[in-house]
């Protein structure tokens, strides 16, 4: 009888080892899935860690200060501690000194996929270079003294000296893009480029010759008259490039400006009529050598003439 119960004993001791070798088992099983996981996500962690996605960066200073800022778009730019609102959205990095102004930076045009560079006092741009989006399209640069006068070295300064002996190049001044009393930009306080819209000839006139005459600008100039018949008749506003041929008849329309305005299509055609030229890059205007503004008129041309209607503020 005993050795029948020390059996039975025995099997059932037998069957917990079973079972307990089991779960042991089945915890190893588990212990090893686990571990194989937690090591998989981390290789998954430390391979992103290699790159980082966001949409706005910023490196601060020891009081807190952005002083440099990677955003797509950027924020609009702080100048004497008030935020002005940009004329459009860019992307890219924008500098700041300890006080927080902004003082330059690299962008892209989020419309017109143009990039830019600025250096900025702390009451406006000093220096600008903006490259277009295509290379034939060229580049304008803006480098401002400390009264903010500039010089304007850009695409039309340069087709005008290489093509000014083979047609008649005239710019001819419209209604004001952004005046004081209708759609003023902050940017155009920025920049210290404030005009309220004419009234009067002699207002655009004031205006016309504050311009050429701050920024050197090389090419004739002329004035719409007040009836505005110059910028109705080629839908000039803001900015908008065409060529009359030597019959008088229309050859080109660009498109309108700013992001369609592409001084770059008016030299293919003058270089297709008259042939590739390429002169040394003007030397930079005086006052004394600056476009004297004229109201402008529409004779019929006898050669090829490139109008580019424009207002002061841009």
């Given at each position: 009888?005993?050795?029948?119960?020390?059996?039975?004993?025995?099997?059932?001791?037998?069957?917990?080892?079973?079972?307990?070798?089991?779960?042991?088992?089945?915890?190893?099983?588990?212990?090893?899935?686990?571990?194989?996981?937690?090591?998989?996500?981390?290789?998954?962690?430390?391979?992103?860690?290699?790159?980082?996605?966001?949409?706005?960066?910023?490196?601060?200073?020891?009081?807190?200060?952005?002083?440099?800022?990677?955003?797509?778009?950027?924020?609009?730019?702080?100048?004497?501690?008030?935020?002005?609102?940009?004329?459009?959205?860019?992307?890219?990095?924008?500098?700041?000194?300890?006080?927080?102004?902004?003082r330059g930076g690299y962008a892209t045009s989020e419309t017109g996929s143009g990039a830019?560079?600025?250096?900025?006092?702390?009451?406006?741009?000093?220096?600008?270079?903006?490259?277009?989006?295509?290379?034939?399209?060229?580049?304008?640069?803006?480098?401002?003294?400390?009264?903010?006068?500039?010089?304007?070295?850009?695409?039309?300064?340069?087709?005008?000296?290489?093509?000014?002996?083979?047609?008649?190049?005239?710019?001819?001044?419209?209604?004001?893009?952004?005046?004081?009393?209708?759609?003023?930009?902050?940017?155009?306080?920025?920049?210290?480029?404030?005009?309220?819209?004419?009234?009067?000839?002699?207002?655009?006139?004031?205006?016309?010759?504050?311009?050429?005459?701050?920024?050197?600008?090389?090419?004739?100039?002329?004035?719409?008259?007040?009836?505005?018949?110059?910028?109705?008749?080629?839908?000039?506003?803001?900015?908008?490039?065409?060529?009359?041929?030597?019959?008088?008849?229309?050859?080109?329309?660009?498109?309108?400006?700013?992001?369609?305005?592409?001084?770059?299509?008016?030299?293919?055609?003058?270089?297709?009529?008259?042939?590739?030229?390429?002169?040394?890059?003007p030397p930079a205007a005086t006052a004394s050598t600056t476009a004297t503004?004229?109201?402008?008129?529409?004779?019929?041309?006898?050669?090829?003439?490139?109008?580019?209607?424009?207002?002061?503020?841009?």
């Open positions: 009888m005993s050795k029948t119960v020390n059996l039975e004993l025995l099997q059932r001791r037998v069957q917990v080892l079973q079972q307990m070798v089991a779960l042991l088992t089945a915890c190893c099983v588990g212990l090893a899935a686990f571990l194989w996981l937690f090591e998989s996500r981390g290789n998954v962690r430390a391979a992103a860690s290699e790159s980082l996605r966001v949409k706005r960066l910023a490196v601060v200073d020891d009081k807190g200060t952005e002083r440099i800022v990677i955003a797509a778009p950027l924020p609009d730019p702080v100048v004497q501690g008030e935020r002005f609102k940009r004329n459009g959205a860019i992307s890219g990095i924008a500098i700041y000194d300890p006080d927080g102004n902004e830019l560079i600025s250096l900025d006092s702390v009451n406006g741009e000093v220096f600008k270079v903006i490259a277009n989006a295509e290379h034939k399209d060229g580049g304008t640069l803006f480098p401002f003294n400390s009264k903010h006068v500039g010089v304007v070295l850009t695409t039309h300064s340069q087709i005008y000296n290489d093509y000014k002996d083979h047609a008649d190049f005239l710019t001819v001044y419209v209604r004001e893009a952004h005046p004081t009393d209708e759609w003023q930009m902050k940017s155009n306080v920025k920049d210290d480029v404030c005009y309220a819209q004419p009234k009067t000839l002699e207002q655009r006139v004031a205006i016309a010759r504050d311009f050429t005459a701050r920024f050197k600008f090389p090419l004739p100039f002329g004035i719409d008259e007040m009836g505005n018949a110059a910028d109705n008749a080629y839908a000039a506003w803001p900015e908008r490039l065409y060529i009359i041929d030597g019959t008088g008849h229309l050859a080109y329309r660009g498109g309108t400006g700013p992001f369609n305005y592409k001084p770059a299509e008016v030299r293919d055609w003058l270089a297709a009529k008259y042939g590739t030229v390429k002169h040394e890059a503004p004229a109201t402008a008129s529409t004779p019929a041309p006898d050669k090829a003439s490139a109008t580019a209607p424009a207002s002061a503020t841009k």
